[in-house]
């Protein structure tokens, strides 16, 4: 079909009213999103573009031979948007002069794109789809980056905004998302829903994804649980939108959500997350952090909430992480029982492409990720900006003499199988490596991993200068069969502490090693 007979048949299909609702049966018919990796890309590849083909060759077409079976494309930031759009702002477009380099370039980058094909979202759909891979348009529903006190990218900040201030959240929220849309408004929603609507309505995509943790302030906090109503009836009218739009097209339009690593947190926040499930609003969901740094997330709430539905649930890894912690993290959300894994703010396919190549060709099966070398991290404590949006760390942990304040313990996840690799003849060395914090010489602690007893002597303390000290690591070798598939337990037992010293030993960092041997 051409683009004008394209264009014609999906507005026709809006303007018919009610005649094709989610009630329809359509929405019943979608299969089942099957994808080993989803890539989230930002729009940053934007900015290192020289022209469409320059674009499509460093967004799309380096996937080819990778486990990418979707990509995420981001299509704004702020109320600001990466495309030539009818509804909202484009960026660039009331602006003379950009604050810094990396605004021109995105700039710069966009206009070369837009001077080739003006639709060329269009042309990374199909790009997409010639490789397998599906394309879907990423919808940050609150993105709060021109917040002047929080990321200052000031270049972003919308006519909108500035017409309607009233609108926002202001000093109700933490000041980084202070220029965030209260979604109590039904202006501030109908504001991201007309963009979405021309969006789907203009593209040939095969999915919206509604991404509610960049940001995740949508309400004032004491509004946020009773308001979250709002939220769902705003996810419901996209899922009939898509429904409308895909049955008139014959195929299905896909709906896909990023949301907080727990219902508690996503209820706090106003997302009604479990009526979203049971509804079968979304075909694919994301449960995560907005940073997506944590490497050590549990996902077994969502997996209980989602079993038996036609829904694909992704395990999140943000950011570029060196090949054994990306492995690690990826083998544990496998066999927590999620369907795939998302990457989000992962620029590394710019960069160092033999190291990103590696993780993208094997972290979307779990069976080529067994007895490979790994660091399984546990997390440390988020600032303030982030309390509200993630779950509470274990670490820093803070270790009290015995006598004081007893045992001290921290958990972990280990996605290894020991038994079936020592079947398969396959050995391996396993350590902690641990930075703690108020350390004395004369401290005595030991340690147990699942009950197996492991002395300070066995272990070796490195040390690594500081502008005004040092930092102490601790390398722990872990003895054979301490360790166990699933969830392990390490305790800290402190027999003897320097009387003189108020402050308790502080565990400030902490992953576990595995290195499998040769042979």
Not at 299 to 324: C, F, N, S, W
Request: proline share 4%; glycine share 8%; with cysteine.
């Amino acid at each position: 079909m051409n683009r004008r007979k394209f264009l014609m048949n999906s507005a026709a299909v809006v303007s018919a009213g009610g005649a094709i609702l989610a009630s329809d049966g359509f929405s019943r018919e979608r299969p089942e999103c099957n994808y080993r990796i989803v890539y989230n890309d930002d729009a940053y590849t934007l900015g290192r573009a020289s022209g469409l083909e320059d674009l499509l060759n460093k967004a799309v077409n380096r996937f080819v031979g990778t486990q990418v079976d979707a990509l995420f494309w981001s299509i704004c930031h702020s109320d600001i948007y990466f495309f030539k759009t009818k509804t909202g702002e484009r960026y660039g477009q009331h602006l003379k002069q950009f604050k810094n380099a990396g605004g021109v370039q995105l700039f710069e980058g966009l206009q070369s794109v837009l001077s080739d094909r003006e639709d060329y979202v269009q042309a990374m759909a199909d790009r997409s789809r010639e490789l397998g891979i599906d394309f879907f348009v990423s919808m940050r529903m609150n993105d709060c980056h021109d917040s002047p006190q929080g990321w200052e990218y000031s270049d972003t900040y919308s006519q909108f905004k500035k017409a309607h201030p009233e609108l926002l959240l202001g000093e109700s929220v933490h000041p980084s998302f202070a220029t965030g849309f209260d979604f109590a408004y039904a202006q501030s929603r109908e504001n991201k829903f007309k963009v979405i609507k021309e969006i789907v309505l203009d593209y040939d995509i095969d999915g919206i994804e509604l991404d509610f943790l960049r940001h995740p302030a949508f309400f004032k906090p004491d509004e946020a649980y009773r308001n979250r109503h709002l939220i769902t009836d705003l996810v419901r009218r996209v899922r009939t939108l898509l429904n409308k739009v895909g049955k008139s097209r014959g195929k299905p339009i896909r709906l896909a959500v990023r949301v907080p690593s727990s219902f508690t947190i996503a209820l706090k926040l106003g997302f009604d997350v479990p009526v979203w499930i049971e509804e079968g609003l979304p075909d694919v969901l994301t449960a995560g952090t907005p940073r997506g740094h944590e490497l050590d997330l549990s996902m077994d709430e969502y997996v209980k909430a989602t079993r038996g539905k036609k829904l694909t649930l992704l395990g999140q890894i943000g950011l570029y992480h060196p090949v054994k912690q990306t492995r690690a993290t990826a083998l544990n959300y496998w066999n927590q029982g999620v369907n795939g894994i998302y990457l989000f703010n992962w620029y590394a396919p710019l960069n160092q492409e033999d190291r990103w190549r590696e993780s993208l060709i094997e972290i979307g099966d779990p069976d080529l990720l067994k007895n490979r070398d790994k660091q399984y991290v546990i997390e440390t404590q988020v600032g303030s900006l982030w309390e509200r949006s993630h779950p509470k760390a274990q670490l820093p942990l803070k270790i009290e003499k015995l006598d004081l304040g007893g045992v001290a313990r921290v958990q972990f996840f280990i996605g290894d199988d020991f038994k079936t690799a020592a079947k398969e003849g396959k050995a391996f060395d396993a350590k902690m490596v641990m930075r703690f914090e108020e350390v004395m010489d004369d401290d005595v602690l030991s340690f147990k991993v699942n009950g197996v007893v492991h002395s300070s002597q066995e272990g070796e303390m490195t040390y690594k200068p500081t502008l005004f000290g040092k930092q102490f690591w601790f390398h722990l070798p872990l003895k054979k069969n301490s360790l166990r598939a699933g969830t392990n337990q390490l305790e800290f037992v402190l027999s003897k502490r320097n009387p003189l010293l108020s402050a308790p030993l502080i565990l400030a960092e902490m992953s576990v090693m595995l290195d499998y041997l040769e042979g």
